[in-house]
């Protein structure tokens, strides 16, 4: 017989026929009622045993966390609470769990306790709503490019260059690195490393989307990158998921409104497919602010929260706009910003993103047109030779979600701004040939998965919505 998901047998009519279902216990109460989870839904399906009928050795083997092949007939259920259950007529433990040492207990534990034991956090009712929710949203972003005729390219992860220009790599070498080979000037003689050169971990693959961009017109990555900036947030990791589209002939407006589209896409294709998960998510965030002070607490629920994202267009506001709602707020004046908005030119810190997003605009918002200081060497610059055609997108609760920009398709404007920042223009003269040979207007963004992730399943940590979380100082599993 076929094993049936129980997802699949929650929604089928009971006409005592025979199934095959296998899961973990949840619960098991009276001897009697079991409660079997097998990762497909949130709700468990109910197991009726017939004690009578099974030997003391099975029923006593029968604890929470124990993994277990059931046949049996599917039925009305009698209780509240299900509309079918599972009368029991053959039950195997495959897999025992010692009820002594099982350390999820049938109470609240904190997520901090949880992000310790991973194994077992995918069996609780939160992390199994949020890791089906995060399915569901890779797999719309991929539909999403898919039909838009988009063709997906892997970047590589192993690189030798910065795409940022950051400086914030994590080494990859062969080397014994407390004896490296040394130059005859002394230096480590990445020459003779494995690559031949210094290498690192890829900071973003949006460089060589552009190669492909430049064959294709639409391309996009999505895809592990990692940064070694020693941030401890809640919405930092230093390795995460990211989405880089990149399109030809297309300039700033035409790259917000394909991120904008895309978002929306994404959130509704979750308020279709992971209804159930959701509501559960948005319930649990509502009890969660309940601990907190009325004015700390969300003016809407979650759901209500992704509706209005849905319906509504993201703010589009310049940074020098920014700049004077911000300067001018009540929030600067009563000095209530850690670091206050005085002059142009500074760069946005998270609480001023905040506010803008949450106090002043009260929905997502793309911020253009940054000064050109405090983005990257990339970006197309303005006629007024301060600001570059950068787009950040902003969100409630997150603060910067998406970051892009039109690019600098010019050769000798990218080569002098490369030169301005101490850009290596030799390593990257295989990335400027895409402007010495037909090269074009051209755009594209990055968006952090882990971040989209977190706005839509409403948690506040980053470490909670990725399997297993990278950060400084902890690098578990
Ligand atoms: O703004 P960033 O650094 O932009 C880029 O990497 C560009 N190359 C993207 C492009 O234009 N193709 O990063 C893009 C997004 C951020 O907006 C943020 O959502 C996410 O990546 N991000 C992080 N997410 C989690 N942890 C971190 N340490 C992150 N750093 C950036
Ligand atoms: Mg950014």
Known sequence: MKRVKIKELLKTSPQNQEVLVKGWVRTFRNNQFIALNDGSTNNNLQIVVDFNNTSEEILKRITTGASLSITGTLIASQGKG???????????????????????????????????????????????????????????????????????????????????????MFHVTNFDIANPPKTETGEVDYKQDFFGKATNLTVSGQLEGELAAMAFSDIYTFGPTFRAENSNTARHLAEFWMIEPEMAFYDLNDNMDLAEEMMKYVMKYAMEHNAEDLEFLSQRLFEEEKQKPQNERSEMRLIEKLNFCIENNFERVTYTEAIDILRESNHNKKKKFNYLVNEWGVDLQSEHERYLVEKHFKKPVILTDYPKNI??????????????????????????MVGGSQREERLDKLETRMKEMNIPTQDLSWYLDTRRFGTCPHAGFGLGFERLVLFVTGMTNIRDVIAFPRTPKSCEF
């Not at 009368?87 to 009820?99: P, T, V, Y």
């Not at 089906?132 to 260059?161: C, D, M, Q, W």
């Open 82 to 168: 299900q509309t079918v259950e599972v009368s029991a007529k053959k039950i195997e433990i495959l897999g025992d769990s010692d009820a002594e040492k099982f350390p999820l207990q049938p109470k609240k534990h904190s997520l901090e306790f949880l992000r310790e034991i991973a194994h077992l956090r995918f069996r609780t009712n939160t992390f199994g709503a949020i890791f089906r929710v995060r399915n569901n949203l890779a797999f719309a972003i991929h539909k999403f490019f898919n039909e838009k005729g988009f063709v997906y390219i892997n970047t590589p992860i192993i690189t030798s260059s910065d795409a940022e220009g950051a400086g914030e």
């Open 375 to 400: 983005k990257a060497f990339y970006m197309r610059q303005n006629d007024d030779g301060k600001t570059v055609r950068a787009m950040d997108i902003l969100f409630p609760g997150i603060g910067e």
